[in-house]
């Protein structure tokens, strides 16, 4: 079973700059395919903020674009959020994602990580 474990988050000031990571567990016989950060503050819909392909195609949320940066390590299963220039309306609880394919049952998957929080403060 695949899971994901987040962190790095917290409270930094606006203008200050984080780095989330997402490890994935449980990957031996899957194929990953695409990665991605989410965000959601209360009340609100969860919203992507950045993704990438297994390829290393990337998307941003036109909010974030040119102050996030998305990668990924495929030999440490892990995506990284680098997080610049942050301004308190990127507060929120940040989730990573994974889609993955199991041969053996010739399914897609999608799998979420626990969330981390992000707070900055003007």
């Known amino acids: 079973q695949v899971q994901l474990v987040e962190s790095g988050g917290g409270l930094v000031q606006a203008g200050g700059s984080l780095r989330l990571s997402c490890a994935a567990s449980?990957?031996?016989?899957?194929?990953?395919?695409?990665r991605g950060w989410y965000r959601q503050t209360p009340g609100k819909q969860r919203e992507l903020v950045a993704s990438?392909?297994?390829?290393?195609?990337?998307n941003y949320a036109d909010s974030v674009k040119g102050r996030f940066t998305i990668s990924r390590d495929n030999a440490k299963n892990t995506v990284y959020l680098q997080m610049n220039s942050l301004k308190p309306e990127d507060t929120a609880v940040y989730y990573c994602?994974?889609?993955?394919?199991?041969?053996?049952?010739?399914?897609?998957?999608?799998?979420w990580g626990q969330g981390t929080q992000v707070s900055v403060s003007s």
């Open positions: 994602n994974l889609n993955y394919f199991r041969a053996y049952t010739s399914r897609n998957y999608e799998v």
């Open positions: 449980g990957t031996t016989g899957a194929i990953l395919r695409t």
């Open positions: 990438i392909t297994s390829g290393g195609n990337t």
